[in-house]
Structure formats: structure tokens, C-alpha cells
């Protein structure tokens, strides 16, 4: 290792580049993604980036005077489960006609705690006097403590979503930076799941787009790999990554294992907290580098500092009094509830990340975040400090819950003053505008809905949309895809795409081709229905719906009539259909919209519902083509140049030989192809137009 090497610091000089075993060694190719994190669809990084929670429906909440028998009648069926009720901890639920649980809760003493719904002359909320008029019975569970039934009453709630509870809605595991420990030139990677993996891991980051960002910049910074260990095992000579000074090129041997494993120290420091010390060090090296006259070794120190300053300057406030926190803050307006919690760990901001939790009204901010608290932790590891906008009842139960969770001490605090205080002014601040702006979206969102309804006659507005449209090139990778949009815009994590299967399918065939994506789609979907699975939401519960109420396809009559004869195949019907058409020329704005039993309808090219039928299809059409690329790519890389027609064994060879790799060959234009020894102007055209050719 050479600390004064004119290239990379703790990196010596690029060597001569090995030639591999063959002409498809790729040379100097990117390495693939980690089998664990590859998407399965084209852009699902964006999906998961920009897949945001979504508002619920607004909870009936009816004002209108109960019906006294009905009343009467969930007095009495509670007040029998009160002579049953333990007086020990535990949880209750309370049940429907259709034993659908409306209800959990938790008492220290069941038994009283049913009493107070029981006792007639008790005055209530309105919702706990709906929620008594529709039981008919209670189901307990006891419990051996009163942390045990928090701890049980969260889960239930997560699995059973009662309609009278606060619901925690959009949860999903958060992402983590992984270090691996199994292999001597460790590597740095996303992880979602069980930390099963040896390793140490650094998280939860509030986003995948966080952990991307700050795993690039560390790259740069401490130049750690991220191939995967088969990639790695492969090599011949350096990746791009180490070409663009992204990577120190274990592989290879351009890092020997001492020089490798400080780097890895390095940025393991500086994820733990130590990034003051990290920075100092190289700050030193930097200087003494310079002092000995070796510049471009301390412009490589100075473009490493930098990009640990920039990981810091994109993690915003970073606190100093604190070293691991949840902060909790919540907001409350037009009946809706929005949460917003930052994570700091070893001092730093890793990410921020806005909840609208389902509740009634009637539910007061304290009411809401306490819920959510427990519903929050039931599947994730908690910190040593929660601070929270809201002081709630029970702080103290559910501290020691997720201390007993936790293995170590939690504390739950409401600051009033210092810099804590200014976390949770800064979490609130993000918590009012993320609602605003949600609240704002969706209203925009409901009056194109509106003028949905409105256009095309529709009984009610759609609160599923599902566009269908299909790509291939001269019917080879043929490939269908659906996008879903509703009240709260397009749901990424609804998307579907489907590799046409139909082996006598007709090259082009776009009729057959959709007979197979829908006939697949919808088959499932009332085999779902058939079995008695919750395909559609039920009337009380917000969750969107698996049935559109909408469909839009790609195409004009012919394929609007081969849509309707499908539908009627499989006894489809309230369904409606559109058929969108582009116009001459394809010029977006003179479009012709087809529906069946009705004329075609042409809208003004300024129409807002126009603009947004547009913005439905061309989502539809950016997320096939995407899906086609993909898979047109990985044949390519699996079939190399022998699909393209004239090119033979040699003239891969000349060509890879002149290139390097593949993904050069493919950027090359029709006259740098033609001068590849043995590669005529026809040819070179060819191998063009393979690589360039449009899907249709």
C-alpha cells in the first residue's frame, strides 16, 4: 500500500489491463446488482422511492340519532360479557352480526373496563355509541401483565384493521446499510428483511432513495465494493466502478488486503458516529501529501472529504446532544392525522418519512399517536429515546414494553425546551406541510375524478383505474403491462407487468396479446373472489380496492369490441371501459375516446380531463417500455450478438475486440461500427438498427 500514490490514496496506480479468457469477459462492464435487491419490474427504485402513503377515506361518522333497540341491544350483549370478564389484564374484541371485529382494546382490568361501556347512563362519544350499537359479542384473551396486552392488543389491531381503532396504514420494513462480515473483502449493500446475514448493519433509513444516495457517496468516499461476491469471485480485471474511482478494485488485487480492510474500518467509523474522527484523518493525509508535493494524491483525499460532506449535507440537521432517537410529531386538520417521524442514529439524520394513520375526528392527537406508537414498534426494533410533539397517557407502559422488546432501556419524552425541543418544532413543521400537500394533491386528484364521471358518464368516480398496454418488436420479448392509479394518484405498488406467454402467438398479434394479459389478470382475480378472499375491501374498510372500476386500453374500436368479447367470456361486468386512440399523426391533444354503446367522443385539446386520460396512457406506455427494455437487455446479454442476422463468430469477435464490451458496441453509431475490420456499411446498419430498434 502507498499512501503516495499519484492515483488513488490507499489505492495503488491503475494497472495495465489483463485480458480475460475470451472475448465476452466484459472488461470493463458495471457489475450486475445484488441478486437479493435486483427489481423484478423497470423503475421499481422509483416505486419504491416515491410510493407514498396515501390519505384514508374520511370514517363515517354519521351524527344521526341511533336507533334506542340497537343501542339496547350491544348494552346488553356487552353487559353478559361483563359477568364472564376477568378482573386480571388482557385484551377484548368486540364483534359484529357478521363477526367482523370492530373493536380491540386492552385493560389492566377487564372486567371494569367493559363495565364503562356497559352502564347505560354513562355518557359516550358518538363513535363508541356506534360502535356499541353494532356488537353483539366479546371475545376475551387474557394476559399474564398489562405490557403484555399493549404488546398484544398492537398486533391484533395490525392484523384484524378494526374500524373503530386507529389504523396504521402504508407499513412497510425500512431499508438498512449492510457492511457483510462473510467474505474477506467485505461489501457494502441495501437491506430490507432479517439481519441474518453476518455483517453489521447501520439503520433504519426513513427511504430506499436515502440508502442509495448515501451508499454512493460512501463509495466515493471510502471506495468499498458492492458487487456481488460471484461478480467479484469472476473478475479478471477492474469494473467501471474502479475506472470512475467508485470502488478500490479488491478483485483484482489493485488494493492489497491490509490497505482494503482500512477502508472498510474507515467507513464503518464513520456510519458508527466517529465521522469527525474519519474526516480528521484524512484531512491529515491530505495535508501531509500536499506537504510532500504529491497533489493529485491530496485532490483524491480532498474529492473523498467532499463526499463525506456531502452525505452530511443531505442528512440536514444533524443534532449533537443526540445520539439515537425516534421523533414523533403529529398534525391534525380536516379530519385527517399525519405523523411524521425522523431516525437519528450515532448522531445523524438518516431520513424522515410521513404516516396517515386511519382514525375518526374524534380522536384526539394524544389518542391517535399512542395507538400508532405501539402499532409502529410492533415489528421494529426501537431506540433508546423516543421523543414525542404529544405527551400520551401511559408513557410509562409503553416504555417498559419496548424496553422489555428491546433488551435495554427505552425512554419515551415530550421535550420543552433545548435542541430535543427543536427537533419535535421541526417534525411538526414537516408533518403540517406534508398534510397540506397531501390534502392539496388529493383534491386536485378528486375533481379530475370528478370530471371523470362527468365525461364519460360513469355512475360514480373510479377508485381504481387499471391502463393496459402492451410492447415487443416485431413480436419478439412481447411484453403486457398494467398501472393503477386512484383518489391519491398512481399506486406503484399495484403495478404488474406479464411476458406474454401464448407460444402460437402471431408475431404482433396486439389483439392476442391483450386477450392473454387481461384473460390472466382477471381469471385470478375471481378465483380470488371465488375462494372467499378479500379481493374486494369491505364497505367499512379503506384499503384500496383489487377491482377496477375502470379500465383504459391502448388502442380504438377494434380493440375496444376485443375487450368487451373477453369480458363477456369471463362474465365480467361492471366494469367500465375506455378505449383511447391517438390522434393523426399521433399529436397528443387529438385523441378519440371509444366506450361501448356510445359515440366517440373527441375532447377539447386543452381539457383537463384530456390531459389526464393522456397522463394515465403515457404512465402506462413509459412502464411497458421499460419492462420490454429489460427484457430485450437480458436476452442480449444472454444471446450476446448472435441475434442479430450476418453477424457470425468473427465479426463478434472484431467487434468486441475494437469495443471492449457490449454496452460500447450498443452506443456506438452506424459509422464508428463501420469501421470495425470486416464490418460492411449494411452490416453496420444492422447492428444499429438491432440495438436501436423501437418497440411497438
Not at 229 to 243: G, I, N, V
Not at 422 to 430: G, S, Y
Request: overall charge neutral; aromatic content about 8%.
Amino acid at each position: 500500500m502507498d499512501n503516495d500514490s499519484t492515483d488513488n490514496p490507499k489505492v495503488s496506480a491503475p494497472r495495465t489491463a489483463r485480458r480475460g479468457s475470451g472475448p465476452a469477459s466484459r472488461p470493463a462492464d458495471l457489475p450486475p446488482p445484488h441478486p437479493a435487491l435486483e427489481d423484478i419490474d423497470p423503475a421499481t427504485a422509483g416505486i419504491e422511492e416515491d410510493d407514498e402513503a396515501r390519505l384514508p377515506e374520511a370514517p363515517d361518522e354519521s351524527a344521526e340519532a341511533l336507533p334506542e333497540g340497537r343501542l339496547a341491544f350491544g348494552h346488553a350483549a356487552i353487559e353478559q360479557a361483563v359477568r364472564l370478564a376477568p378482573t386480571s389484564p388482557g385484551v377484548y374484541r368486540m364483534l359484529n352480526a357478521g363477526n367482523d371485529v370492530l373493536y380491540v382494546g386492552k385493560a389492566k382490568n377487564v372486567r371494569k373496563r367493559l363495565s364503562s361501556y356497559a352502564r347505560v347512563s354513562a355518557p359516550q362519544p358518538a363513535r363508541i355509541l356506534r360502535m356499541i350499537a353494532a356488537t353483539v359479542s366479546v371475545e376475551i384473551v387474557s394476559t399474564s401483565t398489562e405490557t403484555e396486552a399493549l404488546l398484544l392488543e398492537a398486533n391484533l389491531i395490525k392484523q384484524l384493521r378494526p374500524r373503530f381503532n386507529v389504523q396504521l396504514r402504508d407499513d412497510k420494513s425500512f431499508p438498512y446499510i449492510l457492511i457483510t462480515g462473510d467474505h474477506w473483502a467485505p461489501q457494502i449493500l441495501k437491506h430490507r428483511g432479517a439481519q441474518s446475514r453476518p455483517g453489521r448493519y447501520f439503520g433504519p433509513f426513513a427511504s430506499a432513495g436515502a440508502v442509495n444516495r448515501t451508499i454512493t457517496a460512501l463509495q466515493r468516499a471510502f471506495l468499498v465494493r458492492s458487487c456481488t461476491d460471484a461478480f467479484f469471485e469472476s473478475r479478471t480485471r477492474p469494473c467501471l466502478l474502479y475506472q470512475i474511482r467508485r470502488c478500490a478494485g479488491p478483485c483484482t488485487g489493485e488494493i492489497d488486503f491490509p490497505g482494503y480492510t482500512e477502508l472498510v474500518r474507515e467507513a464503518t467509523d464513520f456510519l458508527s458516529g466517529r465521522s469527525r474522527a474519519v474526516k480528521q484523518e484524512l484531512a491529515g493525509e491530505m495535508e501531509k501529501a500536499s506537504a510532500n508535493l504529491a497533489f493529485e494524491t491530496a485532490a483524491l483525499y480532498r474529492d473523498r472529504l467532499a463526499a463525506l460532506s456531502a452525505i452530511q449535507s443531505q442528512q440536514g440537521i444533524n443534532p449533537h446532544t443526540v445520539e439515537e432517537a425516534d421523533v414523533f410529531a403529529i398534525h391534525q386538520e380536516g379530519g385527517y392525522s399525519c405523523i411524521e417521524v425522523f431516525f437519528f442514529r450515532t448522531g445523524q439524520n438518516w431520513g424522515n418519512r410521513a404516516y396517515f394513520p386511519r382514525a375518526e375526528k374524534s380522536f384526539t392527537p394524544e389518542e391517535v399517536l399512542s395507538s400508532f406508537l405501539a402499532q409502529f414498534y410492533d415489528d421494529k426494533p426501537p431506540p433508546k429515546l423516543i421523543l414525542l410533539s404529544h405527551a400520551i397517557e401511559e408513557t410509562g407502559l409503553l416504555a417498559d414494553a419496548l424496553s422489555i422488546k428491546a433488551g435495554f432501556k427505552v425512554e419515551i419524552a415530550t421535550p420543552r425546551r433545548g435542541e430535543k425541543k427543536e427537533l419535535i418544532i421541526h417534525a411538526l413543521t414537516n408533518a403540517r406541510e406534508a398534510l397540506g400537500r397531501k390534502l392539496a394533491d388529493t383534491a386536485t386528484q378528486g375533481r379530475l375524478l370528478q370530471g371523470l364521471v362527468a365525461t364519460l358518464g360513469l355512475t360514480h368516480p373510479p377508485k381504481r383505474i387499471e391502463v393496459y398496454d402492451n410492447s415487443h418488436i416485431q413480436g419478439t420479448n412481447a411484453v403486457g403491462a398494467m398501472i393503477v392509479a386512484g383518489p391519491d394518484g398512481f399506486i406503484k405498488n399495484q403495478y404488474r407487468k406479464f411476458n406474454i406467454k401464448s407460444e402460437g402467438l402471431t408475431p404482433g398479434d396486439d389483439y392476442a396479446m391483450m386477450r392473454e394479459v387481461l384473460q390472466r389478470r382477471f381469471k385470478r382475480l375471481m378465483a380470488q373472489a371465488a375462494e372467499g378472499d378479500a379481493a374486494k375491501a369491505k364497505a367499512d374498510d379503506d384499503s384500496f380496492p383489487q377491482w377496477p372500476d375502470l379500465v383504459i386500453i391502448d388502442g380504438g374500436r377494434g380493440q375496444l369490441n376485443a375487450v368487451r368479447e373477453i369480458f363477456a367470456g369471463l362474465g365480467l361486468t361492471g366494469v367500465a371501459l375506455l378505449a383511447v386512440a391517438k390522434g393523426p399523426d399521433r399529436d397528443a391533444g387529438r385523441e378519440t375516446l371509444f366506450m361501448p354503446d356510445k359515440e366517440p367522443l373527441k375532447l377539447e385539446p386543452r381539457d383537463p380531463v384530456l390531459y389526464f386520460i393522456q397522463r394515465l396512457r403515457d404512465e402506462a406506455h413509459r412502464f411497458v417500455i421499460g419492462s420490454h427494455r429489460k427484457l430485450r437487455k437480458k436476452d442480449i446479454r444472454e444471446a450476446g450478438l448472435q441475434e442479430i442476422p450476418g453477424i457470425g463468430p468473427s465479426r463478434k469477435r472484431a467487434l468486441l475486440h475494437h469495443f471492449g464490451t457490449l454496452k460500447e458496441i450498443e452506443r456506438a453509431s452506424i459509422a464508428d461500427l463501420g469501421k470495425v475490420p470486416g464490418v460492411s456499411a449494411e452490416s453496420a446498419r444492422k447492428i444499429f438498427e438491432f440495438f436501436h430498434a423501437q418497440p411497438g
